[in-house]
Nanobody, 126 residues
Framework: VQLQASGGGLVQAGGSLSVSCAAS????????MGWFRQAPGKEREFVTAISRSGDITDYTDSIKGRSTISRDNAKNTVYLQMNSLKPEDTGVYFC????????????????????WGQGTQVTVSS
C-alpha cells in the first residue's frame, strides 16, 4: 500500500485548507483511514479517522467542529477539510491506513496504523 498526501500549504489564521491522500491499493475500502500531524519538536498526534465505509468518523477535540474527514472509495482517496485554522494547527500532516481494526473501531494510536504517507506541510500564520 502506498499513500500519497497532497494539498498542504500556507494559510492565514481563520482560513481553510484541504488535504487529500490517494492510496495505491485495490482494496481501499478494507482500510480505516486516519490523519495524524506532527508539529516541530512534538510527537505525532492523532487528528481524525474514518471507517472503511465512511459512516463513522472521530476527531481530536482541538479540531472538532472545524474539520471534516471524508473518503471516496471509488477514487481510493481520503480528504481532510480544515476550516477556521489556527496557528497551533501547523504541522506535517500524515495520512495512514489501518487494515487490522474492526469495522466499528477507529483507533487513535499511530502504532495501530500499518501504512503511512510521506506527509504534507500545513502552516498557519497568525
Amino acid at each position: 500500500v502506498q499513500l500519497q498526501a497532497s494539498g498542504g500549504g500556507l494559510v492565514q489564521a481563520g482560513g481553510s485548507l484541504s488535504v487529500s491522500c490517494a492510496a495505491s491499493v485495490s482494496t481501499f475500502s478494507s482500510y480505516t483511514m486516519g490523519w495524524f500531524r506532527q508539529a516541530p519538536g512534538k510527537e505525532r498526534e492523532f487528528v481524525t479517522a474514518i471507517s472503511r465505509s465512511g459512516d463513522i468518523t472521530d476527531y481530536t477535540d482541538s479540531i472538532k467542529g472545524r474539520s471534516t474527514i471524508s473518503r471516496d472509495n471509488a477514487k481510493n482517496t481520503v480528504y481532510l477539510q480544515m476550516n477556521s485554522l489556527k496557528p497551533e494547527d501547523t504541522g506535517v500532516y500524515f495520512c495512514a491506513a489501518d487494515y487490522s481494526s474492526s469495522r466499528m473501531l477507529l483507533r487513535k494510536s499511530s502504532a495501530d496504523y500499518e501504512y503511512w504517507g510521506q506527509g504534507t506541510q500545513v502552516t498557519v500564520s497568525s
